[in-house]
């Protein structure tokens, strides 16, 4: 069955950065859309990064120049790496596995989550 395991969330000082990993099993992962996202308390979940099967990634402008998408094929994992991060980078960080082979911004886009990792920024 499909399995995604994020691990790499912790705490850093605002300007630090951090790479989240995404451990994907049971399916191909070059074969779907990829995506991060992230929630914090009392916000609603917003996508953060995603890739698709041919490798196009897209990302939203509130993060853009700050962070970026790629997977590793031969070990099926994907990965998000986080430079400059902000005290409002704090939030709950899930990978999601999306429907088909190209992304859709939203969370209705994905059908398979991970149990998420915590990223929280001090300033």
């Known amino acids: 069955q499909v399995q995604l395991v994020e691990s790499g969330g912790g705490s850093v000082q605002a300007g630090g950065s951090l790479r989240l990993s995404c451990a994907a099993s049971?399916?191909?992962?070059?074969?779907?859309?990829m995506g991060w996202f992230r929630q914090a308390p009392g916000k609603e979940r917003e996508g953060v990064a995603f890739?698709?099967?041919?490798?196009?990634?897209d990302y939203p402008d509130s993060v853009k120049g700050r962070v970026t998408i790629f997977r590793d094929d031969t070990k099926s994992t994907l990965y998000l790496q986080m430079n400059s991060l902000q005290p409002e980078d704090t939030a709950m960080y899930y990978c999601?596995?999306?429907?088909?082979?190209?992304?859709?911004?939203?969370?209705?886009?994905?059908?398979?989550w991970g149990q998420g990792t915590q990223v929280t920024v001090s300033s």
């Open positions: 999601a596995r999306g429907r088909g082979l190209y992304c859709v911004r939203s969370a209705s886009g994905f059908g398979y």
């Open positions: 049971g399916y191909t992962i070059s074969w779907f859309c």
């Open positions: 890739i698709d099967s041919t490798g196009r990634v």
